[in-house]
C-alpha cells in the first residue's frame, strides 16, 4: 500500500523554468523529508520540514509542508541541469524512526 | 557526508543461493535501516534495527534476515535469493530522534547501495 504520491512521477523541463512536486497522503505525518537522489547514489537528505503550515528555503528550493500535515510541496524556481535527479519524499509517524517513502518524481532539466 | 559503506557493491547470483549484503558505519549511530528501491515504488524497508541485537521487520521483509552483532555492522541475508529480489539494496543510519514542537523524527543518511541481480 502506497501512503504516500508523489506526481508527478516524472518531469522534464528546460532551463530556467519552475516547477512543483507534490506529496499527498490521507495520513497524518509527525514529519516530512525530502530526499535527492543521483543515479548509482544514495538519497541525500535536503530538507525536514515539522510544524504544520512550515515553510522552508534552500537556495532555489522552498518546501511545504501542508496544514494539516498530509501533504507537502517541493518548488524549484530557475531549475537548472545541477537540479536533475530523483526527488523523494518521505514522511514519519513518531515510530522508532522509521520513514514511508513516495515513489519519486524523476526530474530532467535540459540545457 | 556519513561515514557508511556497503560491500558489495554489485553481485550476480543465482536463484537459491543464500547471499549476505553488508552495510558498515563509522558514526556510531544508533538506528540502522535496510531498503530495496524499485522502478515505481521508491524505498520501502525491509528490516531496521534500534540497537545491538535489537531489530524489527519492514514492510517488504519476507524472504530477508538480518544481524546486528556490533554497532557499527548490520547484515541483510537473503536465505535463498529468488529472480523477484533482484533489486538495489540501501543501508540507512539515522542517531537519536530528534524532538520538536511535540514531534519527533530521524534524519536518515544512505549509503552508496548495493546492485543484486538474481538470475
Known amino acids: 500500500t502506497q501512503l504516500l504520491e508523489q506526481s508527478p512521477q516524472f518531469l522534464s523541463i528546460q532551463e530556467g523554468e519552475n516547477l512543483t512536486v507534490y506529496c499527498n497522503s490521507s495520513s497524518v505525518f509527525s514529519s516530512l523529508q525530502w530526499y535527492r537522489q543521483e543515479p548509482g547514489e544514495g538519497p541525500v537528505l535536503l530538507v525536514t520540514?515539522?510544524?504544520?503550515?512550515e515553510v522552508k528555503k534552500l537556495k532555489r528550493l522552498t518546501f511545504q509542508f501542508g496544514d494539516a500535515r498530509k501533504d507537502s510541496s517541493l518548488h524549484i524556481t530557475a531549475a537548472q541541469p545541477g537540479d536533475t535527479g530523483l526527488y523523494l519524499c518521505?514522511?514519519?509517524?513518531?515510530?522508532?524512526?522509521?520513514?514511508?517513502f513516495g515513489q519519486g518524481t524523476e526530474l530532467s532539466v535540459k540545457p | 557526508d556519513a561515514g557508511i559503506t556497503q560491500s558489495p557493491r554489485h553481485k550476480v547470483t543465482e536463484t537459491g543461493t543464500p547471499v549476505t549484503l553488508r552495510c558498515h558505519q563509522t558514526e556510531n549511530h544508533r538506528y540502522m535501516y535496510w531498503y530495496r528501491q524499485d522502478p515505481g515504488h521508491g524505498l520501502r524497508l525491509i528490516h531496521y534495527?534500534?540497537?545491538?541485537?535489537?531489530?524489527d521487520k519492514g514492510e517488504v521483509s519476507d524472504g530477508y534476515s538480518v544481524s546486528r552483532s556490533k554497532t557499527e555492522d548490520f547484515l541483510l541475508t537473503l536465505e535463498s535469493a529468488t529472480s523477484s529480489q533482484t533489486s538495489v539494496y540501501f543501508c540507512a543510519i539515522s542517531d537519536r530522534q530528534k524532538h520538536t514542537f511535540g514531534s519527533s523524527y530521524n534524519e536518515q543518511f544512505f549509503g552508496p547501495g548495493t546492485r543484486l541481480t538474481v538470475l
Open positions: 518521505a514522511g514519519s509517524y513518531n515510530q522508532g524512526g522509521k520513514l514511508i
Open positions: 520540514v515539522v510544524t504544520g503550515g
Open positions: 534495527s534500534y540497537g545491538v541485537k535489537d531489530t
